[in-house]
């Protein structure tokens, strides 16, 4: 019986955390402090705060931005050259 509610307990649970959606939720505040930012981004302690949240919804992108954080810029295409009409004629 103890066994039945324990799984019982559980279910609830994970239906109650996939109706919230707290990694959702988690997820658009950290890109809203991305993009948006704020005064207190501007702090230390702001900035730690955006990138620890960062790195628990997103780990991937957080260590490829942190690999790629001192790359030089990409080359610069070709400029654009447009052919002009021959006005001989």
């Excluded at 707290?22 to 702090?43: I, M």
């Excluded at 610069?76 to 052919?83: E, Q």
């Amino acid at each position: 019986m103890p066994e039945l509610l324990a799984a019982a307990a559980l279910l609830a649970a994970g239906y109650a955390l996939g109706r919230v959606r707290p990694w959702d939720r988690l997820d658009a505040w950290v890109w809203r402090r991305f993009v948006l930012g704020g005064p207190w981004t501007h702090t230390r302690r702001g900035q730690l705060v955006t990138l620890a949240a960062h790195a628990l919804v997103r780990p991937a992108a957080t260590v490829r931005a942190w690999r790629h954080r001192h790359d030089p810029p990409p080359g610069r295409a070709a400029p654009v050259c447009f052919r002009t009409p021959d006005v001989s004629d």
